[in-house]
């Protein structure tokens, strides 16, 4: 990757774990530290992206075949990664994205069995082959989280149909864990309050861009400087490191 490229950071996890959440309290954190940030999120995170989502939300898509919204995913993260992340990350930034390419093999391949390699290769037309450099991923039972995204409690026969196949997307993301130990940081969250995975979560990101030796802008708060103040962007240490950005 280029010196002066970002860090690019995922949060995977389960329906309801609290990826968004998260990604707010730490896109401030690290602002308020004197990191550059900037954040993405999926489906429907830009202008286009929007209008992509609608498709796939609209009540009129009542016909849209299973491949055509698969591929309609990948058409918004691929405007995603070309609109946002990428040029973020070669502004030097330190990049949040809420969900990136693991939720299609969790959710795609694994819970709703579609082929592995169709996901893959899509996958990599739409992000040009781009990975994350962590992945925070919020292990949460799926019960909790299911309960936690439908503001509701569970139980009933349909919920737990659902529930198996959310326990696929659960046991999906604990196979990706162990198959790229480096890549992923396993956060358990079930029970626990937002505050207290936050403080795991800012630890693990801030003990990761130390070992990157990604340097903050200036101490202290950024954003207001951000117009006149100096061009001393966040940047890899060693542009060399194992663990880049593209698949193999
Ligand atoms: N640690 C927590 N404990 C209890 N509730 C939480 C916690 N973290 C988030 N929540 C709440 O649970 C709900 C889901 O959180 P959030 O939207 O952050 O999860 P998510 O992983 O982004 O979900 P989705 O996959 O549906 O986008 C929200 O109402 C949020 O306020
Ligand atoms: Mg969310």
């Known amino acids: 990757m280029p010196s002066g490229w970002g860090v690019f950071i995922s949060f995977e996890g389960p329906d309801g774990s609290g990826k968004s959440t998260q990604v707010r309290k730490l896109a401030e ?39 055509t919204e698969f591929l309609l995913f990948a058409a918004d993260r691929a405007q995603d990664v070309h609109e946002v992340i990428l040029p973020a990350l070669r502004a030097g930034r330190v990049v949040l994205a809420d969900r990136f390419v693991d939720s299609s093999l969790a959710y795609q391949a694994h819970g709703l069995g579609m082929d592995l390699d169709s996901v893959l290769s899509a996958n990599r037309i739409a992000t ?10 919020l292990d949460i039972d799926v019960a909790e989280g299911v309960a936690r995204a439908k503001g509701r409690s569970h139980g009933d026969r349909i919920e737990e149909r659902m529930l198996e196949f959310h326990q696929r997307v ?12 480096d890549r992923f940081r396993v956060i358990d969250v079930t029970g626990k309050p937002a505050e207290s995975v936050h403080e795991e979560v800012l630890a ?14 200036r101490s202290g708060r950024v954003q207001e400087e951000r117009k006149g ?18 698949e193999a």
């Not at 040009?128 to 991923?137: A, F, I, S, V």
């Not at 693990?204 to 802008?217: K, W």
């Open 170 to 181: 659960r046991d999906a993301y604990h196979q990706m864990a162990a198959a790229e130990p």
């Open 229 to 246: 103040g100096p061009a001393c962007h966040a940047h890899h240490g060693d542009p060399g490191a194992a663990g880049g950005h593209k």
């Open 204 to 217: 693990q990101v801030l003990d990761f861009l130390a070992a990157r030796g990604v340097e903050r802008r």
């Open 29 to 67: 954190a690290l602002s308020r530290l004197g990191y550059d940030v900037a954040t993405a999120s999926e489906p429907g995170g830009t202008a286009i992206g929007r209008r992509i989502r609608e498709i796939i939300l609209d009540t009129r898509s009542a016909g849209l075949h299973g491949v």
């Open 128 to 137: 040009d082959g781009l990975r994350p450099d962590l992945t925070l991923l």
